[in-house]
């Protein structure tokens, strides 16, 4: 089975620029989630998807960050303007749905760097 | 409060010793725990999950206490390819499980030769 992919895999850019990350998760799964992990802390979760319908957003800072789950399957989440502080890994994990035994997987990240 | 802690660390020991990780979460309904395996510049991977009956697998040994609210993970003979961060993780919600999970910062552990 294929797991979750994620792109780039890495991303330098300046402030006040606009960056863009995909994931594409594991066939099937309809749950779809984007953490952000700034180096030294444990992941904190951003968005998460059911479907192309957003679950849980609370943590997403919404005047710079946006995702979409066009027709339930790829997601992409947008940095625009970027703050030095957005610099972290991001990750994607998906589940069908979540499993109190399994929780789930992520992809392997995308690592901005913003200067 | 934060709502997953861990100790930090970093925890330095020689192989084949044994070494314990603890944990704490505030919100009492949390219905699922796990522990996460993170090897530097990595995703973070599932080691094991915790049941209140507490759990093992092979060298390692999972505890949850719900009256204390914490979380153990007990490594015993330590190699080297042990050496990571592990991570605490508590999934928040009750009967409404949307799968929200809360990281801890994370416990690194160095064993050495």
């Known amino acids: 089975e294929a797991g979750v992919a994620q792109s780039p895999r890495y991303k330098i850019i300046e402030k006040r620029q606009s960056v863009a990350f995909w994931c594409n998760p594991i066939?099937?799964?309809?749950?779809l989630y984007w953490y952000q992990q700034i180096l030294g802390q444990g992941p904190k979760l951003l968005i998460q998807?059911?479907?192309?319908?957003?679950?849980?957003d609370s943590q997403l800072p919404k005047d710079r960050f946006s995702a979409e789950r066009l027709k339930g399957v790829d997601s992409t989440l947008k940095i625009q303007p970027a703050k030095l502080e957005d610099s972290a890994v991001y990750l994607c994990?998906?589940?069908?749905?979540?499993?109190?035994?399994?929780?789930?997987?992520f992809g392997s990240g995308t690592r901005l760097t913003v200067v | 409060r934060k709502e997953v802690e861990q100790d930090p660390g970093p925890f330095n020991v020689p192989e084949g010793a044994t070494v314990a990780f603890n944990c704490t979460y505030s919100?009492?309904?949390?219905?699922?725990f796990f522990w996460y395996r993170q090897d530097c510049r990595k995703e973070p991977k599932l080691l094991m999950s915790?049941?209140?009956s507490g759990n093992e697998d092979g060298r390692f040994t999972a505890q949850l206490n719900r009256a204390s609210q914490y979380i153990s993970l007990l490594i015993r003979d330590s190699k080297l390819s042990d050496s990571a961060t592990y991570l605490c993780?508590?999934?928040?919600?009750?009967?409404?499980?949307?799968?929200?999970?809360?990281f801890g910062q994370g416990t690194t552990l160095q064993v050495k030769p």
């Open positions: 919100n009492s309904a949390s219905q699922s």
């Open positions: 915790v049941y209140s």
């Open positions: 066939s099937g799964h309809a749950t």
């Open positions: 993780v508590v999934n928040p919600q009750g009967s409404s499980n949307t799968g929200k999970l809360i």
């Open positions: 998807f059911q479907n192309n319908g957003v679950v849980d």
């Open positions: 994990a998906s589940s069908i749905p979540f499993s109190r035994a399994y929780g789930y997987t």
